[in-house]
T-cell receptor, first 112, second 117 residues
Framework: GNSVTQMEGPVTLSEEAFLTINCTYT??????LFWYVQYPGEGLQLLLK?????DKGSNKGFEATYRKETTSFHLEKGSVQVSDSAVYFC???????????FGAGTRLAVHP | GAGVSQSPRYKVAKRGQDVALRCDPI?????LFWYQQALGQGPEFLTY????????KSGLPSDRFFAERPEGSVSTLKIQRTQQEDSAVYLC???????????????FGSGTQLSVL
């Protein structure tokens, strides 16, 4: 069946450090891939998406590239800020009703 | 309201009690999803409505779980005879779309945290 695996957290970084959160997936067909973010006390929000192989999603300085050959969708940011501290979820969508399959989440803590 | 509203925000139930969790989606949104998020895990799909029709309930873990959306707007997730393993955050999400674009414009509520003692 379809599944998503992402690196365990927490990830602790200093401000302005480079961020990578790894995500790999298993899926039949051609899923769409997403990164969602959950800030403390808030609901899940879509951060970025990619709908086909080699697409690059980007938003707020974050980016991820849909790599079909390695079944990966790693999240990167060149210079993190304290305000990026949150839990990040990788997800895929497939099937007739577009339900999402999420990874377990990776908590990011950025210190000044 | 401006977003997806869920109530109550917190619910404590004794094992064996029945509970009802409410979701008010954004007005006019066609698609409505329920997800269950256990502590330290990602959300897991429970059920999907398109207007009032429940088109997918494959994620409901047992027949103790029941969801409805009778008028195509507000939805209620009911759990009968709650068990400790039902303790989780229950998330509702809605979208104005129904096709492939559904998840590109999906809005999540803040969830109901259910604790079963």
């Amino acid at each position: 069946g379809n599944s998503v695996t992402q690196m365990e957290g927490p990830v602790t970084l200093s401000e302005e450090a480079f961020l990578t959160i790894n995500c790999t997936y298993t899926a039949t067909g051609y899923p769409s891939l997403f990164w969602y973010v959950q800030y403390p006390g808030e609901g899940l929000q879509l951060l970025l998406k990619a709908t086909k192989a080699d697409d690059k999603g980007s938003n707020k300085g974050f980016e991820a590239t849909y790599r079909k050959e390695t079944t990966s969708f790693h999240l990167e940011k060149g210079s993190v800020q304290v305000s990026d501290s949150a839990v990040y979820f990788c997800a895929l969508s497939s099937g007739g009703y577009n339900k999402l399959i999420f990874g377990a989440g990776t908590r990011l803590a950025v210190h000044p | 309201g401006a977003g997806v509203s869920q109530s109550p925000r917190y619910k404590v139930a004794k094992r064996g009690q029945d509970v009802a969790l409410r979701c008010d989606p954004i007005s006019g949104h066609v698609s409505l999803f329920w997800y269950q998020q256990a502590l330290g895990q990602g959300p897991e799909f429970l059920t999907y409505f398109q207007n009032e029709a429940q088109l997918d309930k494959s994620g409901l873990p047992s027949d103790r779980f029941f969801a409805e959306r009778p008028e195509g707007s507000v939805s209620t997730l009911k759990i009968q005879r709650t068990q400790q393993e039902d303790s989780a955050v229950y998330l509702c999400a809605s979208s104005k779309d129904r096709g492939r674009e559904t998840n590109e414009k999906l809005f999540f509520g803040s969830g109901t945290q259910l604790s079963v003692l």
